[in-house]
């Protein structure tokens, strides 16, 4: 088994990725506003899953832009509800499927990092820096027609899933 890396092939992919994000924001050439919307991206989005949903994310990531995605990130200081498929598997056993149910929905309708699609925008507007920037709504559909263009169409249904309905609409 070979585990040397061929980091040039690597930069070479995520130069590739930013060059593609800028210019389906109409700024060919400006591989810098390319990492300001990939980061503002993945931030927003990531901000708002729950910690599982956070790594299982990451891991259709390349290795880079999976650096990107987890800059500065700290889950005890994300407002993101931690409970996950065992925890709600184990409250049906022990509640009963009605009780246990109950309690599901709650969680999911209670969880803090739920917001609206606009906050959501907002949220990319106010992690991009100022200055030429695009608008949000141009950052998100380029980063996500990047995603989709360079993962499988399984992975992108499966990011989409991850999403709250909200937020999740504007991956059509």
Not at 27 to 42: E, Q
Not at 110 to 138: A, V
Request: aromatic share 10%.
């Amino acid at each position: 088994m070979n585990s040397s890396i061929d980091y040039d092939t690597i930069i070479a992919e995520e130069q590739t990725w930013l060059n593609e994000i800028a210019g389906k924001m109409g700024r060919p050439g400006r591989p810098d506003l390319g990492y300001k919307a990939l980061k503002a991206v993945l931030h927003s989005i990531r901000d708002i899953l729950l910690l599982e949903e956070v790594f299982y994310l990451s891991a259709r990531l390349p290795l880079f832009t999976r650096g990107i995605y987890f800059e500065g990130y700290d889950p005890e200081t994300t407002p993101n509800m931690l409970f996950n498929k065992e925890l709600l598997k184990n409250l049906h056993k022990r509640m009963g499927p009605r009780n246990g149910a109950y309690i599901e929905s709650y969680l999911y309708q209670n969880t803090p990092g739920k917001i609206s699609g606009e906050e959501f925008l907002q949220r990319i507007s106010d992690k991009m820096e100022s200055g030429s920037n695009p608008k949000p709504e141009e950052a998100f559909q380029a980063v996500v027609d990047v995603l989709h263009s360079r993962g499988s169409a399984l992975e992108i249904e499966e990011i989409k899933n991850l999403m709250h309905k909200e937020v999740s609409h504007f991956l059509a």
